[in-house]
């Protein structure tokens, strides 16, 4: 009986998520009046905006992950192996952007770097990417630093830390040669939220001025009908990408398999 | 001149004071064993050596060369750690060659040191292998090809064999003193186990809460233990209290008869002292020339091959001796009556 029970919740969970998905996806292949084809996709591929605003918050995305990754994983490394009193603070303050609007941090700054300031960086294009990746990155830091930590979690970073410097090794061969290819799981699964986030963050972009993917996403939806679920289902598709290509590397990681 | 000195080593953690006015010396190629119970500062201590805590004062001299403030990595010092510790994302050969590497080693050499190092260990066929794919003594024995193969002056082994079974922490015990014994290599092994100890090293060093008690050789700290607790922590020991007769000519009355004791005593006559004895030195029934006699009841009776370790009754007290296997001579039974012959000449005087 109880069974029954489970399977049935299950049934309805998964009703619940493939639904919506079903529904979507039909939708989006209903451009051409009674019949189903990819017109919606054609009209979205074509269009040189989606490439544009695709690959400029594509590239965005790789360095927020670079930042990212050279921001927290020495400092989640750092506070394992040094400062474990301080875990609970650095914590926090990597939940902040989570309380803290984007819309609060975006016009912070552009008080802090518009054209009349100390460090003019809204002024250039170049300047504005910055500002956009830093924004980025901290958006996306509650994920990265909690997916880097759990990932050090599962070494004892303090023995493999002395054991290296017996060896002679100094800071940078440690972070580089031991601590970080131990957690690149960890970090491919946050560099992944990551990518997500970006992909899909609005607020900031806008506000910048920035041509990212969000705005554009934004922009064909509030004036179409059959493109924006088109869109979102290529979204989908490339978040279950991300996930198989990450699948793909854990497995391809040989010393990753006695954890699994 | 020693190859190794700890000068009046001191380490406070807040205001426990873990290691109190440690000194060593130890010379160039010598095996020497840390020995003591749980939590008395071993690892502190070689911790200090290694580099990984800074001693609140005194000094560590490697080699002439004053290393107390020298980084952990400019120490070229080679470690085991109990936990193996060996690089989870790197096969065995590459986790022998990462000091080499660090060091900057060209790659032939590298690879030439790699596997002579791996062949020393008796694992010449593993280099491709994870960790993970390894037994745990195989492990323990790639972390010491690793630490070897820079060439370190010092090697620094933190209770390396207490994570593995019995059987193999007895080859690998025996395999890590060959080894040291063939590269001339100046050791300090730290062990709570005083089997280990006695059995693999020049000297021993036995403390108690983060204090030398003493330092001999195995044969020095079995047989002639200087303070109380050295004699109560390495191997087993009968103790009798006894009264002094004559100090000067080390006579002292145990029951009804006189034993003469290797040594003068620093008492008063008619003084109680103890005196102890090993169970080796104890002799089951009526031995010629021993002075004392005592008589018991079997207790229980351990047989443990070539020795059989008997537990008598004495007056209340539990006695303990060893007595070599016979073929033609069954063990007492327990609950037998026994007589057990002591001589002065065997008995280690307990002061302090
Ligand atoms: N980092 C530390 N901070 C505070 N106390 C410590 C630290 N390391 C060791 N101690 C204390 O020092 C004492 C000796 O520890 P240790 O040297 O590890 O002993 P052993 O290796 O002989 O078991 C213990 O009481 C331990 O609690
Ligand atoms: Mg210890």
Not at chain 1, 67 to 82: D, I, N, Q, S
Not at chain 1, 116 to 134: H, K, Q, Y
Not at chain 2, 66 to 83: C, P, S, W
Not at chain 2, 332 to 352: C, H, N, R, W, Y
Request: charged share 15%.
């Amino acid at each position: 009986m109880t069974r029954i029970i489970a399977w049935g919740v299950f049934l309805l969970g998964c009703l619940y998520f493939l639904l919506p998905l079903v529904g979507m996806t039909e939708f989006s292949l209903r451009m051409r009046r009674g019949e189903y084809s990819f017109d919606a996709y054609r009209v979205v591929f074509g269009d040189p905006r989606f490439w544009d605003t695709f690959s400029y918050s594509l590239i965005l995305s790789g360095a927020t992950i670079l930042v990212g990754v050279f921001l927290v994983v020495p400092t989640a490394y750092w506070v394992r192996l040094k400062l474990p009193q301080a875990r609970p603070f650095v914590e926090f303050v990597t939940l902040l952007p989570l309380v803290i609007p984007a819309i609060v941090i975006v016009f912070g700054y552009i008080r802090l770097y518009n054209t009349s300031s100390f460090l003019p960086l809204t002024g250039s294009a170049l300047g504005t990417d910055i500002l956009l990746t830093m924004g980025y990155t901290t958006l996306a830091l509650p994920y990265m630093y909690r997916s880097v930590d759990t990932g050090l979690r599962t070494i004892d970073v303090a023995t493999l830390t002395e054991a290296a410097q017996s060896l002679g090794a100094g800071w940078i061969t440690i972070l580089g040669r031991i601590i970080l290819p131990n957690v690149m799981i960890a970090v491919l699964s946050g560099a992944f939220l990551t990518l997500a986030i970006v992909m899909g963050e609005f607020t900031m972009a806008a506000l910048l001025n920035r041509p990212a993917f969000g705005p554009y996403m934004q922009l064909i939806g509030a004036n179409r009908a059959y493109e924006p679920p088109a869109l979102a289902v290529i979204a989908f598709a490339l978040t279950w990408g991300c996930m198989g290509l990450m699948q793909l590397v854990a497995r391809l990681a040989k010393h990753e398999r006695a954890k699994a | 001149m020693s190859f190794l000195t700890l000068t009046h080593l001191e380490k406070s953690f807040g205001t426990n004071r873990v290691v109190k006015d440690f000194n060593l010396s130890v010379e160039k190629g010598e095996f020497i064993s840390l020995l003591g119970p749980s939590g008395c500062g071993k690892t502190t201590v070689l911790r200090m050596i290694a580099g990984f805590e800074a001693p609140t004062s005194g000094s560590i001299i490697i080699d002439g060369q004053e290393v107390t403030g020298l980084r952990a990595n400019a120490r070229n010092i080679g470690m085991m750690f109990q936990a193996y510790a060996l690089f989870p994302n790197l096969t065995v050969a590459e986790n022998v060659a990462f000091g080499l590497k660090v060091k900057g080693v060209a790659k032939a050499e590298r690879e030439a040191r790699v596997a002579e190092m791996l062949a020393l260990i008796g694992l010449p066929e593993l280099g491709g292998r994870f960790p993970f794919q390894l037994s745990g003594g195989q492990q323990q024995r790639v972390a010491l090809a690793r630490a070897l193969a820079p060439k370190p002056r010092v090697l620094l082994l933190d209770e390396p064999l207490s994570a593995l079974d019995a059987k193999v922490r007895v080859s690998l015990r025996n395999q890590i003193r060959e080894i040291q014994q063939d590269l001339g290599i100046t050791t300090i092994f730290v062990t709570h186990d005083q089997e280990e100890a006695m059995s693999i090293s020049d000297r021993i060093v036995v403390m108690n809460a983060g204090i030398a008690d003493q330092v001999g050789t195995p044969f020095e700290i079995y047989n002639r233990p200087t303070t109380r607790f050295v004699a109560n922590f390495v191997g087993t020991l009968n103790t009798f209290e006894v009264t002094v007769e004559d100090p000067a000519a080390g006579k002292v009355r145990l029951g009804g008869s006189i034993m003469t004791l290797p040594a003068a005593l620093n008492a008063g006559t008619g003084s109680a002292q103890s005196i102890a004895l090993r169970p080796e030195a104890l002799r089951l029934g009526r031995e010629p020339g021993y002075e004392t006699v005592i008589s018991g009841r079997i207790e229980d009776v351990h047989f443990m091959g070539s020795i059989i370790r008997l537990r008598a009754n004495v007056a209340g007290e539990t006695v303990v001796l060893d007595t070599f296997n016979r073929a033609d001579q069954p063990p007492p039974v327990p609950g037998t009556g026994i007589e057990i012959s002591l001589s002065g000449k065997d008995a280690i005087l307990l002061q302090g």
